[in-house]
């Protein structure tokens, strides 16, 4: 049995960030992923001037955007129709997650992490795992960063997510022969999925097109994809779409239990609004590391969660509000009089802008969006429980 610190199930960018920054403390950090690395991950790839702060912070260095687009012009539409084109907004990066987290797992591993990546799980307690064809690594504390299918948050609580609130996006990667390399705007489009929006988001040589939402009401997402893609003037059929579930405001108030903590989408950390999940994925696999090793210093590994818990407060009260807020943007009766508002408020769309760009939290948006809603709508959003 090989014995560490703190064991790191998931080297995205949740385990990667926990994984780095307990290393950095001088803490014996093993990190195991299934996937052997460079591996892809379905993603838009769009990564906010937030996520480069968390970033920079855990990491000790700036993010490389060789190969990602940057873009400071953004164009919103809602039924086919275009409603804004926002320009000079603070940057937007689209990078490939297949370059983004291996080069965060290169940190991980530079900073003194023992590499598991390629190993598969076969066995797993609540202090140790078995891995398949490998030896049996044990710690004081494990952080899940697994993903949204969470095998150490099956482990703890039964079942990773719930059907009923979990999201679901489905994606393409357009490549740029088939569009006008001019005509590669970075674009959102507000119903192109019921509680959920579309996107497409030029790369080097490609564009990423989904469209993602809250899954119980969108049994026919296919359908909002393929018309999606027609909308674009995309080919829809004979092409491969893939899919993958997203933690659409599914937050897990308590993310674990004594020595074993979630982070990431494990935790359900996903943005309930914009669907932003890599800055969230970062800074609670910080959170995490920090809880972990705060709670080996005191030689008490089993008040990891209470500690966790607490570092993870204001994200919470975040998401808590965003999921509120959600209700306005996207719930189909209300939908059209956001819209109107989005359209006649330069400071609705400059608000909503800011929070894509990481720039404003939710508790200011809230205040400064609720105020500009007609008083009959506000009304609404209050009756509704
Ligand atoms: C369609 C779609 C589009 C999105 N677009 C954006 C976007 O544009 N911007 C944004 O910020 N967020 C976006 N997100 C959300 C974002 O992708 C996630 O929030 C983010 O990847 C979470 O990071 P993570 O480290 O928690 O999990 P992941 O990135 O999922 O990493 C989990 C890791 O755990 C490994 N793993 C899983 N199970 C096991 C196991 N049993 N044993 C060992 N290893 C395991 C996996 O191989 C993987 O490497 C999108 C999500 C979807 C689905």
């Given at each position: 049995m090989t014995q560490f610190d703190i064991i790191v199930i998931g080297a995205g960018p949740a385990g990667s960030a926990a994984a780095t920054w307990a290393a950095k403390q001088g803490r014996s950090v093993a990190l195991i992923d299934k996937a052997a690395f460079p591996r892809t991950k379905l993603c838009g790839g769009l990564f906010t001037e937030r996520s480069r702060a968390y970033y920079h912070e855990i990491f000790g260095q700036d993010v490389d955007l060789t190969h990602a687009v940057t873009r400071d012009e953004i164009a919103f539409w809602y039924d086919g129709r275009e409603l804004a084109v926002l320009k000079d907004i603070p940057p937007l990066h689209l990078t490939m997650r297949l370059d983004l987290d291996t080069t965060m797992l290169t940190h991980a591993l530079d900073a003194g992490v023992e590499d598991y990546t390629g190993h598969h799980i076969s066995e797993l307690t609540e202090t140790s795992l078995k891995l398949r064809n490998g030896p049996i690594l044990s710690a004081a504390v494990i952080i899940g960063a697994d993903g949204v299918n969470s095998v150490v948050a099956k482990q703890l609580f039964g079942k990773s997510f719930d059907t009923k609130t979990i999201g679901f996006g489905l994606e393409i990667e357009a490549p740029l022969s088939e569009q006008n390399p001019k005509n590669h705007p970075l674009r959102i489009d507000f119903a192109a999925a019921t509680w959920g929006y579309g996107w497409s988001f030029p790369k080097q040589g490609s564009t990423t097109v989904g469209v993602g939402g809250l899954r119980a009401p969108n049994p026919d997402m296919k359908d909002h994809m393929q018309r999606y893609m027609r909308t674009?003037?995309?080919?829809?059929?004979?092409?491969?779409?893939?899919?993958?579930?997203?933690?659409?405001?599914?937050?897990?108030?308590?993310?674990?239990?004594a020595h074993i903590l979630l982070a990431g989408d494990a935790a359900g950390l996903v943005d309930p609004i914009t669907g932003e999940g890599i800055g969230f994925a970062m800074k609670s696999g910080q959170l995490a590391a920090e809880a972990a090793c705060n709670a080996l210093k005191s030689n008490a590994p089993h008040t990891a969660i209470d500690l966790y818990k607490a570092e993870l407060t204001d994200m919470h009260r975040n998401l808590r509000i965003a999921r509120n807020l959600r209700r306005i943007i996207f719930a189909p009766r209300w939908q059209k009089a956001f819209i109107g508002t989005f359209r006649r408020s330069g400071t609705v769309r400059m608000m909503y802008m800011r929070l894509l760009a990481g720039e404003v939290e939710y508790p200011e948006l809230a205040r400064r969006v609720l105020t500009r809603l007609p008083r009959y709508l506000l009304n609404a959003i209050r009756r509704t429980p």
């Open positions: 674009l003037g995309l080919p829809s059929e004979e092409v491969k779409i893939k899919g993958h579930h997203l933690p659409f405001g599914d937050f897990r108030p308590t993310p674990g239990r």
